[in-house]
DNA sequence: ACCAGCTCCTGCTTGC
DNA sequence: TGCAAGCAGGAGCTGG
């Protein structure tokens, strides 16, 4: 599921509910995601301080007062809910859990906070902070691309000698921290560029082109809380808004909506995961 | 080293 | 209506 845009918008969901709060109960439901869950996964977490909530690329980051994170990745179907019983509630009420409910935090607050995952994609991880920047998953990550980093000679440079596609390459996260199938379509149609375009052969105005759409993309799906597809929900249960604004993304079939352009969008394959572009106007 | 394909898993949609 | 195939927002791993 979520791109950038819907683990920033996980992450801000979060935060009022966690940061500075103490965790009186964690509980895993099952022993794994894609990956085993910590060991003594209730007794590690149980009594800490989450300090901080951060994102990384698509990664979510707890600092806990014990000096490790717990990394969280939502995989494809991964989310959070947060829900509390309190007088004069701030959050949902709470619900029973529900299939695929996989871990549920709880917080001095009484806030109950459910990481709910059917295709357990996700995963958890406690690292010590001191090996965070090294961490095998985040030591080659790329730069976030809605920060200065995130310009048109950085792209030049990053995909020069590339022979994949230029939407494989989006893709990487180890040149652009975040950004996924979605945002990707989306950028390279605003950028009018093809997804089939060799990667090195972005000149520079080009590469400035497909920068700023980037910027815009993500930044406009941040500010719509994200896009909600099936299953992916805010922590308040609410529904993104950004899946409306889609201009090619799972518009196979359908008339390009570039102003005076008449092509009609496409859908094609690549490296296993569908692309939508409209072949009139993205070259 | 880069690159593409396979894989993990469940659930929803599509087509016969 | 039933059933199987295809598809889904990710990314680590394997082998070429």
Do not use: W
């Not at 959070?80 to 996989?102: I, K, M, N, S, Y």
């Amino acid at each position: 599921m979520p791109e950038l845009p819907e683990v920033e918008t996980v992450r801000r969901g979060l935060e009022p509910a966690l940061a500075g709060r103490v965790l009186v109960r964690a509980e895993a439901r099952r022993p794994d995601l894609r990956f085993p869950l910590p060991e003594n996964f209730s007794a590690r977490l149980q009594g800490r301080r989450v300090e901080a909530l951060r994102r990384r690329a698509k990664y979510l980051l707890l600092d806990l007062d014990d000096g490790h994170t717990l990394i969280c990745h939502l995989g494809m179907s991964g989310s959070f809910r947060v829900e509390d019983d309190l007088p004069g509630r701030f959050h949902h009420a709470r619900t029973r859990l529900q299939a695929h409910d996989h871990v549920v935090f709880e917080t001095d607050r009484g806030v109950r906070i459910t990481y709910n995952d059917p295709r357990r994609f996700g995963f958890m991880l406690l690292v010590p902070q001191t090996e965070l920047e090294e961490h095998k998953l985040l030591r080659g990550i790329g730069i976030e691309p809605l920060g200065n980093e995130m310009n048109g000679p950085f792209l030049v440079s990053a995909f020069a000698g590339r022979a994949t596609s230029l939407k494989a390459a989006l893709l990487d996260q180890g040149v652009i921290a975040g950004l996924g199938n979605i945002y990707a379509c989306e950028a390279l149609f605003r950028a009018g560029l093809s997804p089939r375009r060799s990667a090195r052969t972005l000149g520079s105005a080009r590469a400035g082109r497909l920068a700023a759409a980037i910027a815009d993309v993500l930044r406009e799906a941040v500010e719509a809380g994200g896009s909600s597809l099936r299953d992916h929900a805010r922590t308040d249960g609410e529904l993104g808004y950004f899946q409306h604004s889609f201009r090619v993304y799972d518009r196979a079939g359908q008339p390009c909506l570039r102003e005076g352009c008449g092509g009609t969008v496409r859908r094609i394959v690549q490296n296993g995961r569908s692309s939508f572009f409209c072949p009139a106007c993205q070259r």
